[in-house]
């Protein structure tokens, strides 16, 4: 988005829009997705609040998932080896292996080439 603001690119039709415009869709959405997701993570906290949410192993699975792809992605790390960790934990935290290895492989293609 920065580059097509530097350099004034527009579009090719008659219409001359400026492309960082639309370019700048994905970064504001990207913004509204992440506030939504703490505001839901805030309500399911409250919610959740007393009534031992702790006790199931799914809670502590996914605290392990968030640690394990936070490390993978701020360390140098082979892509092979953080494809099959995400992977293991994904399996082991009761996701079908389809879903698995389709968001173990985005996420790696995403964050890690």
Excluded at 7 to 13: K, L
Excluded at 62 to 77: D, E, F, N, Q, R
Aim: hydrophobic residues 60%.
């Amino acid at each position: 988005m920065q580059k097509a603001h530097a350099t004034g690119i527009t579009s090719e039709s008659h219409l001359k829009f400026k492309m960082y415009l639309p370019y700048l869709v994905m970064p504001i959405g990207g913004l509204l997705l992440l506030f939504r997701m703490v505001e839901r993570l805030v309500m399911l906290g409250k919610s959740l609040k007393g009534q031992g949410a702790w006790k199931d192993p799914i809670a502590y699975g996914l605290v392990a998932l968030s640690l394990v792809l936070l490390y993978m992605l701020t360390a140098k790390i082979d892509i092979t080896v953080a494809l099959l960790i995400m992977l293991v934990v994904m399996l082991l935290l009761g996701m079908p292996i389809a879903f698995g290895m389709g968001i173990a492989s985005l996420s790696c293609l995403l964050f890690l080439t």
